[in-house]
């Protein structure tokens, strides 16, 4: 079973920044890939970024990159996203996830299948 708990959200002037945490219950290095959805009020969840805990490459929804960077620290089980530039249409609340399994392939935001509760970002203008 995975848990995860998320952190650091809160509400910004458009333009600032927010970094979230999430951490997990289990050692998922090598494991499972780790990522961020977020979802809007009215709209499915869409994901946002995701990381091979193995790996190096990480994967992002193309109305984030350059603005969002994603990040672990292995030895704490801990899963970052770093969020600059933030503008009002990336108000949402945010989601840690999981995908179960040993592929590198994070960016299929399918294979995410375990879900912390959500931690609400709000950006005004």
């Known amino acids: 079973q995975v848990q995860l708990v998320e952190s650091g959200g809160g509400s910004v002037q458009a333009g600032g920044s927010l970094k979230l945490s999430c951490t997990t219950s289990v050692d998922t290095h090598g494991i499972f890939c780790m990522g961020w959805f977020r979802q809007a009020p009215g709209k499915e969840r869409e994901g946002v970024a995701g990381l091979y805990s193995g790996g190096t490459s990480a994967n992002y929804a193309d109305s984030v990159k350059g603005r969002f960077t994603i990040s672990q620290d292995s030895y704490n089980n801990t899963l970052y996203l770093q969020m600059n530039g933030l503008q009002p249409e990336d108000t949402a609340m945010y989601y840690c996830?999981?995908?179960?399994?040993?592929?590198?392939?994070?960016?299929?935001?399918?294979?995410?299948?375990?879900w912390g509760q959500g931690t609400q970002v709000t950006v005004s203008s």
């Open positions: 996830a999981a995908a179960p399994g040993i592929s590198y392939l994070c960016g299929i935001w399918s294979r995410y299948t375990s």
